[in-house]
C-alpha cells in the first residue's frame, strides 16, 4: 500500500526516506494481499513507478529480488 492515494490520506510516505528505499533496493520485495486490497493491483504498481526509482529498483522489487528469496534467480 505504500504510496498509494489510499494510504497516503492517512499516512503518507516521507519523500525525505526516498533515497534510503532506493538504496535498499536490492532487499525489498512487493508484498500484496490483492485481491483483498482497495484498489486494483495495477494501482500498486503505479504507485511504485511514480517513486521515480529507477527501472532496475522496479524490476528488482516487482521480481528479481522475490525470484531470488525462493532459489527462483535467473528464471523469467
Excluded at 504507485?47 to 531470488?68: I, K, P, S
Amino acid at each position: 500500500m505504500v504510496s498509494t492515494e489510499y494510504l497516503n490520506r492517512l499516512a503518507p510516505y516521507p519523500r525525505d526516506l526516498l533515497p534510503r528505499l532506493a538504496a535498499g533496493g536490492d532487499r525489498v520485495v512487493l508484498g500484496s494481499d490483492f485481491p483483498n486490497i482497495p484498489y486494483p493491483y495495477a494501482v500498486q504498481v503505479q504507485a511504485l513507478a511514480d517513486l521515480e526509482l529507477g527501472d532496475d529498483w522496479l524490476r528488482a522489487v516487482l521480481h528479481d529480488n522475490g525470484a531470488r528469496l525462493l532459489g527462483l534467480s535467473g528464471l523469467r
